[in-house]
């Protein structure tokens, strides 16, 4: 069983700052990370599917690095906005389906 | 497509009563699997099916708890006996295979068993 670990558990930022957040899971056999998007009363939602090191990927205001060989994946937001609080849940497949989430980072950003 | 289905979307039990939560994956996703969410454990598999052949269901809980997946288009998750412990949300999600394998989430059971 894999541990894929996330900080900060909780985030409150300023709207316009910008904020990052690290997900953290064993470098062995690694195949790919997951990033998802969960607002409160809804379901999750993919960001980002990343499989090489040293990938970046970008949607809009959000971005993802990945560093497989270290085990770590950052979350960037840039110009957070309020519309942005949620939480940010990442995944590994431990095996090649049998997702393992961490716990998310809540991001609030305060008007 | 509608997405996920799944129903229904609120469920309020009392202890001991049989449960059964409902999921209509995406047409086409061969792999559909069971979550649950709990403020202390966060997201949970439960259990995962592929071509609606359970592959792992070493994350359900406990006796009471069952999966199934009759067909490509439907699978249950029923609890007999609930117990107020059970009370979270169940989600459902689908994956198709061969792509980038992110899952799509159903809008989830929120379960309350008193």
Redesign the interface.
């Known amino acids: 069983i894999l541990n894929v670990e996330q900080s900060p558990q909780s985030l409150h930022v300023q709207e316009g700052d910008s904020t990052n957040f690290t997900c953290s899971f064993p470098s062995s056999n690694f195949y ?1 990370l ?1 990033w ?1 998007r969960w607002e409160t009363a ?5 960001l980002f ?1 990343m499989t090489l090191n040293g990938d970046e990927k970008k949607k809009g205001r959000i971005s993802a690095t990945l560093n497989t060989k270290e085990g770590y994946s950052y979350l960037y937001i840039k110009g957070s906005q309020p519309e942005d609080s949620a939480t940010y ?1 990442c995944a590994e ?1 431990s ?10 980072t809540r991001l609030k950003v305060l008007a | 497509d509608a997405g996920v289905i799944q129903s229904p979307r609120h469920e309020v039990t009392e202890m001991g009563q049989e449960v059964t939560l409902r999921c209509k994956p995406i047409s086409g996703h061969d792999y559909l699997f069971w979550y649950r969410q709990t403020m202390m454990r966060g997201l949970e598999l439960l259990i995962y099916f592929n071509n609606n052949v359970p592959i792992d269901d070493s994350g359900m809980p406990e006796d009471r708890f069952s999966a199934k997946m009759p067909n490509a288009s439907f699978s249950t998750l029923k609890i007999q006996p609930s117990e107020p412990r059970d009370s979270a949300v169940y989600f459902c999600a689908s994956i198709k295979s061969g792509t980038a394998y992110e899952q799509y989430f159903g809008p989830g059971t929120r379960l309350t068993v008193t």
């Open positions: 790919a997951h998802y809804k379901s999750p939602e993919a599917v849940l497949p095996g090649t389906y049998k997702y393992i989430f961490g716990t998310g």
